[in-house]
């Protein structure tokens, strides 16, 4: 049973225009959630973080709301770029818990258009 | 660059076999993360080390297996090797085992891709 869930496989979106990638979860003992992008033949870089103490963190044209009463969280991307055009990873974890690793969902791919 | 390296980036193998494959982690992380990337699932999760003793298991085959070394490096070794084994294969490594004090980001090496033919 996926414990995250990226619904949409893919979105276009035109440059300049915000960029909405959305992520649901099912184990509301998740309580720290991270966005990852990943470029064909490299791995998954980083992008940003969200603990389930804030609804919303930004680093500059990256937001990330979550909504722990509907068990879902969103990137915003705002402007979009054409250099945005990548696979997007939705991951949660446990925060300080017994075990490190991320459980993923299958990424979105967006392909922003000049 | 993400400071973690993986070697080789590309294998190409035939079933039956087994391979290993390597991972340093960024300088000063102790922790060691292997992720499986097939077709058509996400990330999976497969075994985590913290200086050099396993930390958590994910959905690893008995036919695979990991170990760190004193050095912290990793190596993943896959044996008997089946045409699903076919996949990226991602190490990853963090600072801590968990996130004991503040974010515990784990940076992504660029993956081997594993062929089995």
């Not at chain 1, 990226?6 to 509301?28: A, F, H, K």
Request: neutral net charge; charged residues 15%.
């Amino acid at each position: 049973d996926q414990q995250v869930k990226q619904n949409s496989p893919s979105l276009s979106v035109q440059e300049g225009r915000i960029s909405i990638l959305n992520c649901d979860y099912t184990n509301s003992m998740f309580d720290y959630f991270l966005w990852y992008k990943k470029y064909p033949a490299e791995g998954p870089t980083f992008l940003i973080s969200i603990s389930s103490i804030k609804d919303k963190n930004e680093d500059g044209r990256f937001t990330v709301f979550l909504n722990k009463s509907a068990k879902h969280l969103s990137l915003h991307i705002v402007p979009s770029q054409p250099g945005d055009s990548a696979v997007y990873f939705c991951a949660a974890t446990v925060y300080g818990g017994s075990q490190g690793n991320l459980i993923f969902g299958k990424g979105t791919k967006l392909s922003v258009k000049p | 660059d993400s400071g973690v390296t993986q070697t080789p980036k590309h294998l190409i193998t035939a079933t039956g076999q087994r391979v290993t494959l390597r991972c340093s982690p960024r300088s000063g992380d102790l922790s060691v993360y292997w992720y499986q990337q097939s077709l058509d699932q996400g990330l999976q999760f497969l075994i985590q080390y913290y200086n050099g003793e396993e930390r958590a298991k994910g959905n690893i085959l008995e036919r695979f297996s990991a170990q760190q070394f004193p050095d912290l490096h990793s190596e993943l070794n896959l044996s008997s090797l089946e045409l699903g084994d076919s996949a990226l294969y991602f190490c990853a490594s963090s600072v801590a085992w968990a996130s004991l004090s503040g974010t515990d980001t784990q940076y992504f090496g660029p993956g081997t891709r594993l062929t089995v033919l």
